[in-house]
């Protein structure tokens, strides 16, 4: 339910799309996610700081997945 809502946003909806990624990851982060985003879980994924997911980006983290800082 939270990719969907987080898919569906637009590129306005900053907050909302902070709130969405902070409840799918567990923690609050920086990172830019351009949807469409894919993933299994989503708490299974550390992020380091300015982090940038482009579009259709997929993470399959059905183990944990972690991704440095400053990377695209």
């Known amino acids: 339910d939270i990719l969907l809502q987080l898919n569906q946003t637009r590129e306005v909806e900053v907050e909302k799309r902070r709130q969405l990624v902070r409840q799918m990851l567990g923690y609050d982060s920086d990172v830019f996610i351009q949807p469409p985003f894919f993933c299994d879980y989503g708490t299974n994924i550390r992020?380091?700081?300015?982090?940038?997911?482009?579009?259709?980006?997929?993470?399959?983290?059905?183990?944990?997945?972690?991704i440095g800082d400053r990377t695209m």
């Not at 982090?51 to 059905?62: A, G, Q, R, S």
Request: aromatic share 16%; hydrophobic share 50%.
């Open 47 to 66: 992020l380091g700081s300015n982090v940038y997911f482009n579009y259709n980006c997929v993470i399959l983290d059905v183990a944990l997945v972690t």
